[in-house]
């Protein structure tokens, strides 16, 4: 019932909204969603506020709800692999909310995102992307893809790396809770519902001014301050600048 609602509002309702009701809307919705499947939000660290703009948000990828968690605290538009776009219901409401598509399988897409995620951010808009380009179980980072980053010294704009983190109530990572390896969305959310309440931590890092930065040592500033905040080895990971990130739904 509340996809349905969340197409209808997409579909009827966000047109006709100004900007700023455009995104508290689509916080509301992703908050309700959250509530409706168990899932509470802990923000931490320096926070977004309502003035933050014309920033881009980086985060280590675990799950479909890192998404959602995101959005709730801020209004953010992701970069997706361009799969989702063709995804039932989902794709439609991702592109309807200003989803940037990106072609993995071709190299020089990377290019025209970029241009892209530019105009966004010299537009003052806030972006977020998954610089890994795949999820992880919560217990490594992997490498950072820095093509992307350009749009952000391009745009001189600030970079905010954001630390995803899902607890159990020991302070273990919940690994459980991870959308990896060959799990499908159903037996995914199935996961979800099964427990009382998934916990999701969003720790923001100090935002990093992107302007005269270069686009491996400002990655690799952020890839540390994400490790540091996770309690993650903090030694310099191989970076590629060609293949894309992508954004599960």
Partial sequence: MHLIQGVLTTALILPRLSETKRKQCIQRWSA????????RVVPLGQVPNALTNKTLFIANHISWIDIWAIKQVHPVNFVAKSEVRDWPVIGWLAEKTDTLFIERARRHDTGRTASGMEQGLRELKCLCLFPEGTT???????PFKTGLLQAAINAEAMLQPVAIRYPNPDGTPNTAIAYDGDITMPQSLRTVLKQREVVVELHFAPPIPAQGQERRHMSHQAR??????????????????????????
Avoid: C, F, Q
Wanted: proline fraction near 12%; avoid cysteine.
């Fill in 32 to 39: 309700k969603a959250l509530s409706i499947l168990r899932i």
């Fill in 136 to 142: 992880t179980n919560g217990t490594e980072l992997k």
């Fill in 224 to 249: 540390h301050a994400i490790a540091s905040l996770l309690h993650l080895p903090k030694h310099k990971a191989p970076e590629t600048h060609d293949d894309p990130p992508d954004a599960s739904p």
